[in-house]
């Protein structure tokens, strides 16, 4: 039974930072490949951040330059550090993971594993 669990989430002021986790279980942690997606109210859910098996990592434009996505394997965690945070980065953030993704990575339809989420407000 694979689970995520995402933590970190809550009010931040905008310009400051943000540390999400994602504790992953039931699964060979470190072979797959995890992304980070949020979505606002009224719109769809989006790809942030993504990270491969060998550490390779892509970025949304909303948030290149502002957002560092990392692996501890031997933690089982997925991370995701923002900075300068904005109001428009305000949603529920979500971490994902599938053993392989072959198409477009910030695709939802290329995960079948997703935690409950945790929401960011920047104001």
């Known amino acids: 039974h694979v689970q995520l669990v995402e933590s970190g989430g809550g009010s931040v002021q905008a310009e400051g930072p943000l540390r999400l986790s994602c504790v992953a279980s039931?699964?060979?942690?470190?072979?797959?490949?995890m992304g980070w997606f949020r979505q606002a109210p009224g719109k769809e859910r989006e790809g942030v951040a993504y990270?491969?098996?060998?550490?390779?990592?892509t970025y949304a434009a909303s948030v290149k330059g502002r957002a560092t996505i990392s692996r501890d394997n031997a933690k089982n965690t997925l991370y995701l550090q923002m900075a300068s945070l904005k109001p428009e980065d305000t949603a529920m953030y979500y971490c994902?993971?599938?053993?392989?993704?072959?198409?477009?990575?910030?695709?939802?339809?290329?995960?079948?594993?997703w935690g409950q989420g945790t929401q960011v407000t920047v104001s």
């Open positions: 990270i491969d098996g060998d550490g390779s990592t």
């Open positions: 039931g699964y060979t942690y470190r072979r797959h490949c």
């Open positions: 994902a993971a599938d053993r392989k993704v072959a198409g477009p990575v910030f695709s939802i339809y290329e995960y079948n594993y």
